[in-house]
């Protein structure tokens, strides 16, 4: 009995596929070998508007140095899952279980993680200019050196979370528990109470 294909085949397998149903786009056939072969990893490959399956399990999958654009990911379970180095412009990972995943050196502007669970996740030296991690969980996450000009943390769960130079010009914590437990405080709107002068006599 011949052995069954293992998710590094995806590659070697590819080929077979598009002669075998050429009337499916890229898309479809790297959802049909994922389901198919039940995890893996994607090489250097450009995904554009793929929609994944809500609930899929896509848990330990792994797009190394990958171009995902206006990718949906959303209510997949990504525990586990690595993105490092790929490229990920306008992806939704809205209420995605990402728990544990690493998304290290990737440029992903515009991207939205509202109410995503990232605890634990990885964002080193990352890009995540103008994303929205409105209500996510991201408790014991990694951000050290990540990029994180006007993101958006509005009730957010940030405690135990390393921001160890990261940039956050601009970035909105209205809401937001801080990595020390306590909750966002503005500066800007904290009053100034000044020492009234005395009446002269």
């Given at each position: 009995m011949p052995n069954q294909p293992t998710p590094q085949d995806w590659s070697a397998r590819r080929a077979e596929d598009t002669v075998e149903d050429p009337l499916l786009s890229q898309e479809e056939l790297l959802q049909r070998q994922l389901l198919t072969f039940g995890g893996g990893t994607f090489r250097n490959q450009t995904m554009i508007g793929t929609e994944w399956?809500?609930?899929?399990?896509?848990?330990?999958?792994?797009?190394?140095?990958?171009?995902?654009?206006?990718?949906?990911?959303?209510?997949?379970?990504?525990?586990?899952s690595s993105f490092v180095g790929s490229r990920i412009v306008t992806a939704n990972f809205v209420c995605a279980d990402a728990e544990g995943a690493d998304f290290s050196r990737c440029i992903a502007p515009a991207c939205d993680f509202m109410a995503a669970n990232l605890?634990?996740?990885?964002?080193?030296?990352?890009?995540?200019?103008?994303?929205?991690?409105?209500?996510?969980?991201?408790?014991?996450?990694?951000?050290t050196g990540a990029v994180l000009s006007h993101a958006k943390?509005?009730?957010?769960?940030?405690?135990?979370?390393?921001?160890?130079?990261?940039i956050l010009d601009g970035?909105?914590?209205?809401?937001?528990?801080?990595p020390d437990g306590t909750p966002y405080r503005d500066p800007k709107a904290e009053l100034i109470v000044l020492p009234v002068a005395k009446d002269a006599a």
């Open positions: 399956r809500a609930g899929m399990d896509l848990s330990g999958i792994r797009f190394s140095d990958c171009t995902l654009t206006g990718c949906v990911f959303s209510d997949c379970n990504l525990r586990g605890r634990n996740a990885r964002f080193v030296g990352a890009t995540f200019v103008r994303t929205d991690f409105r209500g996510a969980d991201l408790r014991g996450a990694n951000l943390f509005e009730a957010a769960n940030l405690e135990g979370a390393i921001l160890t130079d990261a970035a909105e914590f209205a809401g937001a528990t801080m």
